[in-house]
Nanobody, 115 residues
């Protein structure tokens, strides 16, 4: 089992920045992909950014150029640096990891972008 705990969410004004963190614990050996998803009110959960075991990163079109995903394998931590935030980025952000064919999820951290 893998436990994931996200942190770093909060209220930020449009144009501002936040950095989310996700710490994995438990059976972390074998984690391949580390991902960030988000779910806005009334919408489906969507993939925001991916960091594969080989170091490849991918982003949703809506966040390219503004968000950066990072990963520290020694600390079993994933990060999401979010710049130039927009009201449309308001959502609960979830950390997700893939380990030996099984997906694990954190409970999420709320990001609210509002003036």
């Amino acid at each position: 089992q893998v436990q994931l705990v996200e942190s770093g969410g909060g209220l930020v004004q449009p144009g501002g920045s936040l950095k989310l963190s996700c710490v994995a614990s438990g059976s972390t050996f074998g984690i391949s992909h580390m991902n960030w998803y988000r779910q806005a009110p009334g919408k489906q959960r969507e993939l925001v950014a991916t960091f594969t075991a080989s170091g490849t990163t991918n982003y949703a079109d809506s966040v390219k150029g503004r968000f950066t995903i990072g990963r520290d394998n020694a600390e079993n931590t994933a990060y999401l640096r979010m710049n130039r935030l927009k009201p449309d980025d308001t959502a609960v952000y979830y950390c997700n990891v893939l380990r030996i064919g099984t997906n694990y999820w954190g409970k999420g951290t709320l990001v609210t972008v509002s003036s």
